[in-house]
């Protein structure tokens, strides 16, 4: 199973940054897609960004030029640096991978915990 731990949450004034980390653990024989979602008050989760092994990364259109996803396969960490915050932009932020089993038989789907990101003056 893999483990996905996110960090690097908090409080910002608008059109400051921020850096967020997905770092995966755990057994498996890799890692297939790597996406950020966020969920508002009161709203439902959405995608921001995601990226696939040999596909290019597609954003959000409400992220599309300040938001931009990374990743360090090193370190089984992938990274989501927001830029030109907004107080829309407040709500927790979730990392989700797909992977394949360590046997190859399965591709499973895990979710970190969620970190809260806060814009506001």
Not at 77 to 96: F, H, R
Request: aromatic residues 10%; glycine residues 10%; hydrophobic residues 35%.
């Amino acid at each position: 199973q893999v483990q996905l731990v996110e960090s690097g949450g908090g409080l910002v004034q608008p059109g400051g940054s921020l850096r967020l980390s997905c770092a995966a653990s755990g057994s498996y024989f890799s890692i297939l897609a790597m996406r950020w979602y966020r969920q508002a008050p009161g709203k439902q989760r959405e995608l921001v960004a995601g990226i696939s092994s040999g596909d290019s990364t597609v954003y959000a259109d409400a992220v599309k030029g300040r938001f931009n996803l990374s990743e360090d396969n090193a370190k089984n960490t992938a990274y989501l640096e927001m830029n030109s915050l907004k107080p829309e932009d407040t709500a927790v932020y979730y990392c989700n991978a797909n992977y394949q089993t360590r046997d190859r038989d399965y591709v499973l789907g895990a979710w970190g915990q969620g970190t809260l990101v806060t814009v506001s003056s």
